[in-house]
């Protein structure tokens, strides 16, 4: 394809439906180069003819858009205990999304080949032949290099490479990615017209990621691990975090920080709806807290609210040095709405810099837990496209 063609394509994928002379205009080629263009286009399949649109007179032009059914991309969102599912046509509206799929992913072959099938079951129950799936985008949490295939969460060897098991036996090409950069991109692209060329996601688990767009791009960083938000030497609690270094952001502003702090306020005494569970099990779960913190339980409620206010110091720190349009906040914990949202905006006022904080918007996730799954099926199209 050559990249006029690319071109044509990235504008539907930008813009939507395209009269000839809005392809011609904007990529500043003749209108019978365009019209040439078009007809390839429609003839691989890739556009189709959207209908005419309306003018203030003489005849209405064709527009020209992405053709639906000119494939399908699948994207797999890799959580703890289980996977997402998501299913885009070519013109990037997702079609089926399949949540909390049980399944613990290992460092092994055998249990990347299982995990494969189990893909390829869901797939099928849906409905969809597996010959139309033009590309797979896989996110995982941790350190993860898409350009080299690898993840530094689910090592096998240096010989044997994640993506390579997976593109072997779902037998299509595939990505793999950080779930944070997924996120960050479902979530930038289903903005739309309100989407900020430098947005930061936050993306609050049961740990603490983050994921950039600068200069209307995805940003990998030099070896492809950037975003280790969680991971900023912010905090003075003496607390080892699980990458071995004390004072990570994580350690007080994530879901096992949430869960950690319930515990030993429920070890102190304090009354609380989960007294009952933890006297019960010796232990509570992170979607205890969140339910509790939906309940409006006063001790969950309160330990969101201090999740909020070191999570907003930390916001502020990336404001003052990124100076972003937008930042959004996703994962888990946006369960506590407006309980996490005041602090982090406290915070945020309390210690940015006014004038660099002042055009900032600070919004919840709209696609919530089906972002990174959306991420991974457009960026698997956009690699699609890049290798045509």
């Known amino acids: 394809m050559t990249d006029q063609q690319k071109g044509i394509i990235k504008l539907c994928i930008d813009k939507g439906a395209c009269s000839i002379a809005d392809f011609s205009k904007a990529l500043n080629i003749s209108i019978p180069t365009a019209t040439k263009l078009l007809g390839e286009l429609v003839s691989q399949g890739y556009l189709a003819e959207m209908g005419k649109v309306g ?3 003489g005849r209405r032009p064709n527009t020209f858009g992405l053709n639906p059914e000119a494939g399908y991309f699948l994207g797999v969102d890799v959580a703890r205990q289980h996977f997402h599912i998501a299913i885009s046509d070519f013109s990037g509206e997702v079609k089926f999304f399949l949540q ?42 941790g350190r993860v290099n898409p350009e080299k295939g690898f993840s530094l969460s689910y090592f096998v060897s240096d010989d044997i490479q994640l993506g390579d098991i997976f593109q072997r036996e779902l037998e299509a090409p595939v990505n793999i990615e950080n779930d944070s950069r997924a996120m960050t991109y479902g979530e930038y692209c289903g903005l ?23 200069d209307g791009k995805l940003y990998y960083g030099t070896s492809g691990f950037s ?20 004072g990570c952001l994580e350690t007080g502003a994530s879901g096992s920080a949430l869960t950690h ?36 339980d006063v001790l969950a409620i309160e330990g969101i609210g201090a999740m909020g206010d070191t999570l907003g110091r930390g916001i502020a720190g990336l404001i003052n040095i990124f100076n972003p349009g937008l ?62």
């Open 227 to 246: 975003g280790e938000f969680g991971h900023f030497p912010l905090l003075d609690n003496n607390v080892m975090c699980r990458c071995g270094k004390i």
């Open 192 to 214: 739309g017209n309100e989407a900020d060329p430098n947005m930061l996601f936050i993306n609050l688990s049961w740990g603490l990621g983050m994921g950039m767009i600068l």
């Open 327 to 388: 930042v959004v906040i996703g994962g888990r914990l946006i369960v506590g709405k407006d309980y996490l949202m005041l602090p982090i905006r406290t915070a945020v006022n309390r210690y940015s810099l006014s004038k660099v904080s002042a055009d900032t918007k600070i919004k919840f996730s709209q696609l919530g837990r089906s972002a990174a799954a959306i991420g991974d099926c457009l960026l698997s199209r956009s690699k699609y496209l890049s290798n045509l």
């Open 100 to 141: 909390d799929i049980e399944f613990v992913l290992e460092a092994s072959a055998e249990s990347f080949r299982t995990m494969s099938r189990k893909i390829k079951e869901v797939v099928n129950e849906a409905g969809l032949e597996w010959s139309k799936i033009l590309g797979v985008g896989i996110s995982l949490t």
């Open 55 to 57: 003018t203030s007179g």
């Open 261 to 296: 702090w319930i515990k030993h306020q429920l070890q102190q005494g304090r009354r609380s709806s989960l007294s009952s569970i933890y006297k019960r099990d010796g232990d509570i779960s992170l979607q205890n807290v969140l339910d509790a913190v939906e309940d409006e």
